[in-house]
């Protein structure tokens, strides 16, 4: 149930190992089994931040429940994008949104 899409103005030379960490992460940080952990990635976006087209990263969380304590998610997640892409912390956007059980469909059905 927990989604990340990571958007990046930056190339991305290995995807999968990207994708991979950050399952692991999202899992890790949010407290939810890997298993239903989904995550994306859309690289070479077209993307300013600032006005610059410096190294930048959005990312689009989306769950059943958001963690508890969302600065040591934020932490987290931009540590993840630093360690994975070389991006600062002060340019990565993270947007958590917290979905309600009857807006998120699985399986043939919602949760």
């Known amino acids: 149930m927990p989604y990340l899409n990571i958007v990046t103005n930056q190339t991305v030379s290995d995807e999968q ?65 630093h360690e994975q892409l070389g991006i600062a912390g002060d340019r990565i956007y993270i947007s958590m949104t917290d979905s309600e059980r009857q807006n998120w469909g699985w399986n043939y059905d919602t949760f």
């Open 17 to 81: 190992a990207l994708l991979k960490a950050a399952s692991q992460t999202v899992s890790s940080a949010a407290g939810k089994p890997e298993n239903y952990v989904m995550v994306a990635v859309e690289a070479k976006a077209n993307m300013l931040m600032g006005g610059s087209n410096a190294p930048a990263a959005f990312l689009d969380y989306r769950a059943l429940g958001l963690p508890r304590d969302r600065t040591a998610f934020s932490d987290a997640l931009c540590s993840l994008i």
